[in-house]
């Protein structure tokens, strides 16, 4: 009983959460070498089962985190003003400093999303590791949209069938009030993408949408925006969210096409440093 595979199964030690609606820690693994198949089976397999994998206690380059990615994908480039440094230009480094190296006092991403939504192929996994986090705060929040679409009435549901959201990153920036330039719009054209979407691999029905979701095609903005706010305050009741709490070392993997999240500014930005380093995952069309 001494063979790779026993011991990996022995060592590979994956724990739900048990007061969450999502989630499971794992141990036992070293991200920052090549996975065997059967444990790269056993990760992807509790991906998709509790929709967030937490590594605890791991140090990867960004070479490393690329690698580590590549196993369970193809690597999604990152939009214009995201694209990382050239050392690396697949790992975003997601950081509240500026230019000069200081804290800026802002958290991006604060309001709740799925990654790259408005992209032709939404990205399927999103794989993020923290560099320097603050004494406090900084977490970054999940919220599960299967919970969240099974939970409406029957007629909710149909009122649901065949209504496509446009995601927008350029109506999203300007939301938080950014305009884009005309290279950066060329770079990200809008989408429209089934609001309930089936995910594709475990066949499982998922509300899709967040701040890239402009409005419903085919309805007025106004009407489409209404509808889809509450439809997120719903998606986002505490009773479908999980909180997570950083600790150095952490590595974050979870599925986009069933979950939203957002970072949470719940730390003086404007003194402490929070930087992690991010990989995405191409998806497929949504449908
Ligand atoms: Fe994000």
């Known amino acids: 009983?001494?063979?790779?595979?026993?011991?990996?199964?022995?060592?590979?030690?994956?724990?739900?959460?048990?007061?969450?609606?999502?989630?499971?820690?794992?141990?036992?693994?070293?991200?920052?070498?090549p996975l065997s198949k059967e444990t790269q089976a056993?990760?992807?397999?509790?991906?998709l089962k509790h929709q967030l994998l937490v590594f605890r206690d791991q140090k990867l380059t960004k070479q490393e985190q690329v690698e580590f990615s590549k196993q369970f994908g193809e690597l999604e480039r990152h939009t214009l003003?995201?694209?990382g440094q050239e050392d690396e230009p697949l790992v975003h480094v997601v950081s509240n400093l500026g230019p000069d190296g200081k804290p800026t006092g802002k958290v991006?991403?604060?309001m709740w999303h799925t990654d790259k939504s408005f992209r032709p192929l939404p990205s399927m996994a999103t794989i993020l590791h923290a560099q320097v986090l603050p004494p406090n705060g900084g977490d970054t929040c999940f919220a599960n949209m299967y919970a969240a679409y099974e939970a409406l009435s029957e007629s909710e549901k149909e009122t649901l069938d065949d209504v496509k959201v446009v995601h927008s990153w350029e109506l999203s920036?300007?939301?938080?009030?950014r305009v884009m330039s005309e290279e950066e719009k060329r770079d990200a054209p809008t989408n429209a993408w089934p609001l309930a979407r089936v995910h594709p691999e475990t066949g499982r029905k998922a509300l899709f949408m967040g701040m890239h979701a402009s409005h419903i095609e085919g309805r007025p903005l106004e009407e489409g925006r209404a509808k889809i706010i509450a439809l997120e305050e719903h998606a986002t009741q505490q009773k479908f969210c999980h909180r997570h709490t950083w600790q150095s070392g952490d590595v974050l993997m979870w599925d986009n096409r069933c979950l939203l999240h957002?970072?949470?500014p719940n730390f003086d930005a404007s003194l402490h440093p929070r930087i992690l380093h991010r990989t995405c995952l191409r998806g497929t069309t949504p449908a």
């Open 42 to 47: 056993t990760v992807y397999k509790s991906f």
């Open 1 to 33: 009983m001494s063979t790779q595979a026993n011991k990996t199964k022995i060592d590979l030690d994956i724990r739900p959460f048990s007061k969450a609606p999502l989630g499971a820690e794992v141990r036992g693994i070293d991200l920052s070498k």
């Open 81 to 83: 003003r995201n694209r």
């Open 173 to 177: 920036r300007e939301n938080i009030g």
């Open 262 to 264: 957002r970072a949470d």
């Open 108 to 110: 991006n991403s604060d």
